[in-house]
């Protein structure tokens, strides 16, 4: 459905979809730059995406219910949330596509923000592959930019794996990101 929205009110680019599998869990990692980044990366994939939205969203009226169409689950921020982290790990368990943005949180400036551990700790924990995935213009959507969305080849987890290893993981894909 969103993909047919956005396809009629902007221009927009897709590469590297061959990059995504076809079956099975992955991780899509991309960077955050705009408001509609989930809802956009996710329409531009044939298969379903569900990802983590903070839990305020789900408050506002009219985006609220628009976000639950969209495969979105709430996660409270700031504390550790159980309920949100099962669910996570559940659907890369049944093969489903999750999109986690490794910084975290929008760049309120565009450029490409500090890495986070929890794109790097879901991947290593379920043992699914990050695929890069940078945005362009999203923040700009408004001034009708073409959007660009590039999906980069998957970055797999080591198998053997300790906590330092979740950070260097996003690191990674943020720095492959910054190349695309």
């Known amino acids: 459905m969103f993909r ?6 902007y221009r927009w680019c897709i590469e590297g979809v061959e990059n ?8 899509i990692a991309p960077n955050h730059i705009g408001f509609f980044d989930s809802m956009l990366t996710g329409s531009a994939i044939k ?20 976000i639950k169409q969209t495969n979105a689950f709430p996660v409270k921020r700031g504390m550790q949330d159980i309920a949100a982290v099962r669910n996570t790990f559940s659907l890369l368990k049944n093969g489903r596509l999750l999109l986690i943005f490794p910084e975290g949180t929008r760049s309120k400036d565009g450029r490409i923000g500090k890495e986070r551990a929890g794109a790097g700790m879901i991947a290593c924990n379920a043992q699914v592959p990050l695929i890069p995935a940078k945005i362009e213009n999203t923040n700009m959507m408004l001034k009708f930019k073409q959007v660009k969305i590039k999906f980069g080849k998957p970055v797999y987890p080591p198998k053997d794996f300790v906590k ?10 943020l720095d492959i990101i910054s190349g695309m």
């Open 164 to 173: 330092n290893d979740y950070i260097s993981l996003s690191k990674k894909v």
């Open 4 to 9: 047919v929205i956005f396809s009629l009110f």
């Open 47 to 66: 298969r379903p995406v569900h990802f983590m939205a903070k839990k305020e969203l789900f408050d506002i009226p009219v985006f609220g219910w628009i």
């Open 20 to 27: 995504i599998p076809q079956s099975g869990g992955a991780v």
